[in-house]
């Protein structure tokens, strides 16, 4: 699809909180449990709270609440939550193209925005879509939409206090939403070929520290997706 036909920002804001809002429903609950592990942690209210508005990247967030309750040196929980957040590098060469035609203001605000999961959807709508202002104002519908539940699901959290409720499912409910954005992405082979190569050596690495399987998964199916690619376009 081209810019022949392009909705106006009002019609692009509410495609992209129609793509992004049964990711949204989990975003909440997500908020919640990090509050919830945040305040177990002994991490202080304000604190705790300003680092979903500040970071605003959950599993990172988790991680550094662990491995504070955990006595970890505070550089060691540092660095792990930079290897956690490394696939940021990979949805930023994605977007960066798309990114750099929009006016400073734009770039730099849309940028607090990106999730995995917003990131994930304007990596696909960008491909049907060619239009800057199009793009941009998906973005915004798309990111405010799935931020407004975190927000607000951190602040219950940290002010509830306590464990995680029973109800909260995150350990089996996140994977799920990340399944929810990788097969529609899944449109040829080198793309196929990349998702199963880069969770079966995430999953034969799990055992090593840090998310490290995380990052060399990424860049074996990287790099199995890259060559196939390029013997099919050959």
């Known amino acids: 699809m081209d810019t022949a036909a392009t909705p106006d920002r009002r019609a692009a804001m509410a495609a992209g909180v129609r793509r992004i809002f049964p990711l949204s429903l989990i975003a909440g609950p997500f908020g919640l449990a990090y509050g919830a592990t945040a305040t177990a942690n002994e991490i202080g209210d304000v604190d705790g709270i300003l680092a979903s508005f500040v970071i605003l990247a959950g599993a990172a967030q988790i991680a550094l609440v662990d491995l504070n309750g955990d006595g970890a040196a505070w550089y060691i929980a540092v660095s792990t939550a930079i290897v956690i957040n490394l696939r940021f590098v990979l949805y930023s060469a994605s977007l960066a193209p798309s990114?750099?035609?929009?006016?400073?203001?734009?770039?730099?605000?849309?940028?607090?925005?990106?999730?995995?999961?917003?990131?994930?959807?304007?990596?696909?709508?960008?491909?049907?879509?060619?239009?800057?202002?199009?793009?941009?104002?998906?973005?915004?519908?798309?990111?405010?939409?799935?931020?407004?539940?975190?927000?607000?699901?951190?602040?219950?959290?940290?002010?509830?206090?306590?464990?995680?409720?029973?109800?909260?499912?995150?350990?089996?409910?996140?994977?799920?939403?990340?399944?929810?954005?990788?097969?529609?992405?899944?449109?040829?082979?080198?793309?196929?070929?990349?998702?199963?190569?880069?969770?079966?050596?995430?999953?034969?690495?799990?055992?090593?520290?840090?998310?490290?399987?995380?990052?060399?998964?990424?860049?074996?199916?990287?790099?199995?997706?890259?060559?196939?690619?390029?013997?099919?376009?050959?």
């Open 99 to 234: 990114f750099r035609e929009f006016e400073p203001r734009w770039r730099f605000g849309l940028t607090y925005l990106l999730t995995d999961q917003t990131s994930v959807l304007a990596i696909q709508e960008f491909e049907a879509h060619r239009d800057p202002a199009y793009r941009r104002w998906f973005v915004l519908g798309a990111g405010v939409w799935f931020t407004i539940p975190w927000f607000i699901g951190t602040t219950v959290g940290v002010l509830a206090g306590g464990d995680i409720p029973d109800w909260v499912q995150i350990g089996f409910v996140v994977p799920l939403m990340f399944m929810a954005l990788l097969v529609p992405a899944l449109t040829s082979r080198p793309k196929l070929a990349a998702a199963i190569v880069g969770a079966t050596v995430a999953a034969a690495a799990q055992p090593l520290p840090d998310g490290v399987n995380i990052m060399l998964g990424a860049a074996a199916g990287i790099g199995v997706g890259t060559v196939l690619a390029e013997r099919a376009d050959g």
